[in-house]
């Protein structure tokens, strides 16, 4: 923090214990410390302000007693949620944001000279928007894609699909396969900021004499999204009666080995070159992590050139589907235990949400995407997945009914208060499978960073949609 060179030699003082204070606080405090500690500082510098321009120098003593007061209550606290300064931040975040608004409001006013009357009254119109106008804006602005930008996209992956297929079917006649589609956000119209990952959905046939899906709760995993694939009837059906024989590890399919056949059989021997050209644009795999991964770009885009279309990244997934239960092989989200499959649980979320809306035109997916792309521009927010977020709505949705358009500030304002319990406790628990914490996988740094931001936004839910 920079004072001005006018200032009296005591003021200077305490200008240099606060830049050590801040210079430090990282390392003292952490991050959310830090946060915390520069906004209470920034309280701190307006009433030393206040005070340097009084003529009483025993009201200037007793203005910078009462706010280093405050400032030890703050930096005292290291851990933001967990502390109870709730009020002492409040104060000052709330007191540091108004202040920010109505010098945004009278910047027009001070600079008549050099602003046109058309941008001056622009900028007054934004400061009057309420916050259900600003979400609207917001989600139109920021969340929501263009149709032309969807369209774009999902014809691009399914042209890339075509030529996966097309390929396996020619290299590996043998190997059976169910017909190959798009999944995902991108097709569910819950994708927000840019149309930029695609999932291309490899679903695996089985024979229902010779497998047997194993829910997670069942085996020595006992973890409800960990579920297993048993070989049965070896007795009369031995091994090397199915094609997944081959990828059978301590007699039950293994996920690893399915995913790691595929990164051979495709990623690593499809001649994308020849597809780039075809497609008119570049193909190219992701290798070395955990997942099938594809990044294509425009065909007239240049290596490290910045370029008005984004990447598109399109994901194989290979699955197995039983009725309602889809399981899909993702080590990442499995390991390290080889044999496991994911049970994965969007399918389930995204029919809820959508049956919802459908009983009472409701506006919880408008809500979700406003959300998911509030933590996406975030920093400190982008741990927060989609998961939690449709989680949280799905939850909330047990005790609220009114979900209509006219009800999206208070919806938005009351997910806020609930993501800052959830986070309080250090658990969110799945809508379906109850047993599962959606938060456990966040450290105590992001939580606290997460809840700072969240605090914040409780009297000025704004900040979340700079």
């Known amino acids: 923090m920079n004072f001005q060179s006018s200032r009296r030699r005591g003021e200077e003082g305490i200008a240099v214990v606060i830049d050590f204070l801040l210079s430090n ?25 206040r005070a340097g321009r009084a003529a009483d120098d025993e009201k200037v003593e007793q203005k910078m007693a009462e706010s280093w007061e405050e400032l030890s209550l703050v930096s005292a606290s290291p851990t933001l949620i967990r502390k109870g300064i709730e009020g002492v931040v409040m104060k000052h975040v709330t007191k540091a944001t108004k202040q920010q608004k109505a010098d945004l409001c009278q910047q027009p006013q001070m600079l008549d000279v ?118 049965i009837n070896l007795e009369y059906f031995p091994k090397g009666r199915s094609y997944w024989d081959r990828y059978l590890v301590g007699g039950y399919l293994s996920a690893e080995a399915v995913v790691n056949m595929f990164s051979k059989a495709v990623m690593e021997t499809v001649n994308w070159p020849s597809i780039s050209s075809t497609l008119d644009c570049v193909v190219r795999p992701v290798l070395g992590g955990p997942d099938l991964r594809l990044e294509i770009r425009p065909g007239n885009a240049v290596e490290g050139a910045e370029s008005d279309y984004q990447p598109l990244f399109v994901s194989m997934l290979p699955l197995l589907s039983e009725g309602d239960v889809v399981l899909t ?115 105590e740094d992001q939580v606290d960073q997460m809840g700072f931001m969240f605090y914040c936004a409780v009297s000025e839910p704004e900040i979340l949609l700079i």
């Open 25 to 49: 606080a990282r390392l003292v405090l952490g991050v959310g410390g830090a946060a915390l500690l520069g906004i209470a500082t920034l309280a701190v510098k307006r009433l030393i302000e």
């Open 114 to 231: 050099q602003t046109k009357p058309e941008s001056k009254s622009k900028r007054l119109q934004l400061c009057a928007l309420t916050l259900q106008e600003r979400l609207q804006q917001y989600y139109h602005t920021r969340a929501a894609l263009s149709p032309q930008e969807v369209q774009r996209a999902q014809s691009v992956a399914l042209d890339i699909c075509t030529e996966i297929q097309g390929f396996l079917h020619s290299r590996h006649p043998d190997m059976p396969l169910g017909d190959m589609t798009l999944g995902g956000s991108l097709l569910d119209d819950l994708q927000v900021v840019s149309a930029d990952h695609a999932c291309l959905l490899v679903p695996l046939q089985l024979e229902s004499s010779l497998w047997r899906l194993i829910p997670g709760e069942e085996t020595l995993l006992t973890h409800p999204l960990h579920w297993m694939v048993r070989r």
């Open 329 to 443: 092989a993702q080590p990442e989200f499995t390991s390290p235990w080889v044999n496991a499959w994911h049970l994965s649980l969007y399918p389930w979320e995204t029919q809820r949400l959508a049956q919802l809306d459908a009983a009472d035109n409701g506006y919880r997916k408008h809500t979700l995407k406003i959300l998911k792309a509030v933590c996406r521009q975030n920093p400190a927010l982008r741990p927060l997945k989609a998961t939690p977020l449709a989680n949280l709505i799905l939850h909330l949705s047990d005790s609220e009914s009114d979900w209509s358009e006219t009800s999206l500030d208070v919806r938005f304002q009351q997910c806020i208060t609930e993501l800052i319990g959830y986070l309080e406790q250090g658990a969110l628990h799945s809508y379906f499978k109850p047993a599962v914490n959606l938060l456990s996988g966040l450290s």
